[in-house]
Nanobody, 115 residues
Framework: QVQLVESGGGLVQPGGSLRLSCTAS????????MAWYRQAPGKQRELVAH???????NYADSVKGRFTISRDNAKNTVYLQMNSLKPEDTAVYYC?????????WGQGTQVTVSS
């Protein structure tokens, strides 16, 4: 089993920055790739960014150049640095971790971009 705890969400003005963190515990050694998803009200959950255990990354087109995903394997933590935030980035952000057996999800953290 893997447990995921997210932190770092909040309210920020357009153009501002936030950094989300997600720390894995339990059988964290079994995780291969990790990701951040988000879900806005009335919309489907969408992939924001993912990172493999080797450090390869991939981003949704809507966040390329603004968001950066990184990973500290020693701390079993994945980060999402979000810059130049826009109102359309408002959503609940979920951490996702994957082993060869299944996917795990965090509880979600709210990010609100508003003036």
């Amino acid at each position: 089993q893997v447990q995921l705890v997210e932190s770092g969400g909040g309210l920020v003005q357009p153009g501002g920055s936030l950094r989300l963190s997600c720390t894995a515990s339990g059988s964290a050694f079994s995780i291969n790739f990790m990701a951040w998803y988000r879900q806005a009200p009335g919309k489907q959950r969408e992939l924001v960014a993912h990172i493999t255990d080797g450090g390869s990354t991939n981003y949704a087109d809507s966040v390329k150049g603004r968001f950066t995903i990184s990973r500290d394997n020693a701390k079993n933590t994945v980060y999402l640095q979000m810059n130049s935030l826009k109102p359309e980035d408002t959503a609940v952000y979920y951490c996702n971790a994957n082993t060869i057996f299944r996917a795990y999800w965090g509880q979600g953290t709210q990010v609100t971009v508003s003036s």
